[in-house]
């Protein structure tokens, strides 16, 4: 679809011009106030994390070209075993636990881990490519006290890199902005798909009252691949759209990637984030599997110190868009020696592909 053909943001693509667009019932406001009370308290306090990445399978139904984060065989990590990651989760004071995959959806207690996080104090997030979302699903979700969903729209229509488009998506997002009582926030990978459609996905995603997410295609390393001039253009356009998101998850941070291919900050992953895999081993993020690999029960606030203050070599090149969120609160605050990241630290874990 040419972008140009659609100009205005209150009838996204695929809908006749006369059918009213649906826009998100937003959370209440006294739930964000609570969040952001909680934000500044745990901004204060360098030893608490911000952001805990939790596998829920490591199954999915897709398979995008520039995903290695999930296989085609795993069954779901069974329930008990994940209201015991989330105990341990709350008793290191997580401020939101992020349910991810694979495809969060294929775990079919999902919406129970929501409710228990609920439960022990965390602001739940789930991650899903939104292909089984039902209606069922978002009430299951509104009745478990879900806080935010992310999807990814990469692209107009479905290519060989990214199957997770708006015109396959589209009613999922209506049903969203109908039903919904929970954030909804939309991430495009800039780099998946002809720019000039990511252009179009955030028109849409703003028609439906949706925050919005860009961020760049990296390596399985984590590391940021070639950007283009018409990249750049795109990711102008979609800022000049006006406010898409909260400020703390503004994504700010990629134009200087755009711009220089990299930019200066210090990544605290594995104390504000840190990754939790189907095996419960503690990971620094999704890209960064290997370090340390220390099961979540052994992770202490003396782990959390430790890579609050390590620097990351990786930090420069790095596009990881929780990482960077959760680490902005901390710029101001120094760091130590270098890590040393060796190649045995990271694992391809895209090992279910051709099952």
Request: with cysteine; aromatic share 8%; net charge positive.
């Amino acid at each position: 679809m040419d972008a140009a053909r659609h100009t205005g943001c209150d009838t996204p693509p695929h809908m006749s011009a006369t059918s009213p667009t649906p826009r998100l019932r937003r959370t209440s406001r006294l739930a964000d106030f609570k969040v952001a009370a909680t934000l500044v308290g745990a901004a204060l306090d360098k030893d608490r994390p911000l952001i805990a990445n939790l596998i829920v399978t490591r199954r999915c139904n897709l398979s995008c070209g520039y995903c290695y984060e999930y296989d085609k065989v795993s069954a779901p990590v069974a329930l008990e075993t994940l209201q015991e990651r989330i105990d341990h989760i709350a008793r290191l004071r997580a401020v939101f636990v992020t349910l991810t995959g694979g495809e969060s959806l294929l775990n079919p207690h999902v919406d129970k881990v929501v409710a228990y996080a609920r439960e022990k104090g965390l602001v739940p997030f789930v991650n899903t490519n939104a292909y089984l979302l039902t209606r069922e699903w978002i009430e299951r979700f509104n009745t478990a006290g879900l806080y935010g969903m992310q999807i990814s729209i990469d692209n107009v229509t479905p290519n060989e890199t990214s199957k997770k488009s708006l015109k396959t998506i589209l009613p999922k997002l209506r049903l969203l902005a109908e039903h919904a009582r929970f954030r909804v926030r939309i991430n495009c990978v800039l780099g998946s798909s002809p720019p000039a459609e990511a252009i179009e996905v955030a028109r849409t995603v703003i028609g439906f009252g949706f925050d919005m997410n860009t961020s760049l295609v990296r390596a399985e390393d984590g590391t940021l691949l070639p950007v283009s001039d018409e990249m750049r253009a795109a990711y102008e356009t979609i800022r000049g759209m006006g406010r898409r998101a909260p400020a703390y998850l503004d994504d700010d941070y990629t134009r200087p990637l755009l711009d220089k291919g990299e930019s200066e900050w210090k990544c605290r992953a594995g104390a504000r984030t840190f990754h939790v895999d189907e095996f419960g081993l503690v990971h620094l993020c999704a890209p960064r599997t290997g370090m340390p690999a220390k099961p979540l029960a052994q992770y202490t606030v003396e782990d959390i110190r430790y890579y609050f203050n390590a620097k990351k070599p990786c930090a420069s090149k790095c596009p990881v868009a929780y990482a960077r969120h959760a680490s902005r609160l901390d710029g101001w605050r120094s760091q130590g020696e270098p890590m040393q990241l060796g190649a045995g630290q990271l694992v391809q874990i895209r090992v279910g592909k051709a099952a």
